[in-house]
């Protein structure tokens, strides 16, 4: 659809610019061009270094991501250039870091919004978001 047009060409924007700022965008070209391909499940992250309840969320993130392998994940850092545009695009920096949104072939469904969220809440808002 439409809507989701600008938020496609920014994550393949933000992939063009993960060639120069390793670390920050973790996906390759082909994920990111499947991001809106309904047999993948994408999860992004969009975060600043500079926010607490993003570090105190980080060992979360990291947890899930070892638990849930089939998931596709990426981590945006909104102290880059394109990160911003993309926190912008995303409505993620209107709602509050860390964000975590949910990408499943429909418009993105957001899981977390500026709250360092329990391991718990977490895998229920996903397995929800995924259910729905």
Not at 5 to 20: H, I, Q, R, V
Not at 76 to 97: C, H, P, R, W
Request: hydrophobic share 45%; with cysteine.
């Amino acid at each position: 659809g439409m809507a989701r047009g600008p938020l496609a060409a920014a994550l393949l924007l933000l992939l063009a610019a993960s060639a120069t700022a390793a670390g920050d965008v973790l996906a390759t070209p082909e994920q990111v061009t499947a991001l809106h391909a309904s047999e993948l499940v994408w999860l992004v992250e969009t975060y600043s270094p500079m926010c607490g309840s993003c570090s105190k969320f980080a060992p979360v993130w990291k947890k899930f991501t070892e638990q849930y392998p089939s998931f596709q994940y990426m981590q945006v850092n909104i102290d880059t250039k394109i990160g911003m545009e993309f926190a912008q695009k995303s409505g993620a920096l209107e709602e509050g870091l860390p964000h975590v949104q949910m990408y499943a072939g429909g418009p993105p469904v957001t899981l977390v919004r500026a709250d360092a969220v329990p391991l718990k809440r977490l895998q229920r808002a996903a397995k929800d978001a995924v259910r729905g």
